[in-house]
């Protein structure tokens, strides 16, 4: 149940999703126009002082079915302004939206400048059943299409689940080809996603299948837990390494 829950959150579920399109508007895609999604405020355009932080994701990421300021990289950014860091959110997660999709708009949203990407992707691909080979496939050109397009970027990939009913030898390959993806591409790996929330009634909507307020709280946190290290001031006598 929990990882069947996992994957199905990546969706709308009833075809007519809220809150789910990026703050950077892609064109049409073959997975369908998408609406305005939440965003925090002038994250689209953040001042010549801060730099940005765009999470590419599904209806997770957009916050399906939570108020505007809810999604979790709304909460990120409350994070990010309570420490005073120098960094400016932008959120463009779309519902329902595949591996393969998000490589169709990723010219479009990179568009504009981004000092830390986050990539939450794959698990559509695995509700659907798709080939794991394919899908890690996509990940991984997703992740050379942005290196190319911003070379000095860092690069973060979050951890997903495919639902059981598919079988453990598919839900273990899909399970490590994240870490795969991250190693093999030299980028920072984020933790599961839906952490102690996926399967939990009381944390998720009606759907049971999106996270509710106090879901998404913890969805922030597991987020937070991977992404605080890279917005962190360094010592002046490091030198940073970035993803490569």
């Not at 997975?31 to 953040?46: C, L, R, Y």
């Not at 911003?150 to 690069?155: E, G, I, K, S, W």
């Not at 952490?195 to 299948?209: H, T």
């Not at 879901?215 to 937070?224: A, D, F, H, L, M």
Request: aromatic share 4%.
């Amino acid at each position: 149940m929990l990882l069947g829950v996992t994957a199905l959150a990546c969706s709308d579920g009833k075809g007519s999703p809220r809150n789910e399109a990026p703050a950077i508007k892609p064109p049409a895609s073959a997975e369908g126009p998408a609406a305005p999604s939440a965003q925090t405020k002038d994250s689209a355009s953040a001042p010549a002082d801060r730099r940005l932080v765009l999470f590419l994701g599904t209806s997770l990421t957009a916050g399906l079915g939570l108020d505007p300021d809810s999604a979790y990289p709304q909460r990120i950014q409350r994070k990010i302004d309570a420490r005073s860091l120098p960094y400016q959110v932008v959120n463009a997660g779309v519902s329902g939206e595949t591996s393969a999709g998000l490589l169709r708009r990723l010219d479009w949203v990179l568009q504009k400048p981004a000092d830390v990407i986050v990539v939450e992707t794959g698990a559509n691909d695995g509700l659907r059943g798709l080939p794991v080979a394919s899908t890690k496939t996509t990940i991984a050109e997703i992740v050379d299409r942005i290196r190319n397009e911003r070379p000095n970027a860092t690069v973060a990939l979050v951890q997903m689940e495919a639902p059981p009913n598919l079988g453990r030898e598919y839900t273990s390959a899909f399970h490590q080809m994240f870490a795969e993806v991250a190693r093999e591409k030299a980028v920072v790996l984020f933790p599961f996603l839906l952490k102690d929330v996926a399967g939990y009634p009381s944390l998720n909507q009606a759907d049971g299948m999106h996270p509710n307020d106090e879901g998404e709280r913890i969805v922030t946190e597991n987020v937070w837990r991977g992404l605080q290290p890279l917005l962190m001031p360094r010592p002046s006598a490091e030198v940073p390494t970035r993803s490569r």
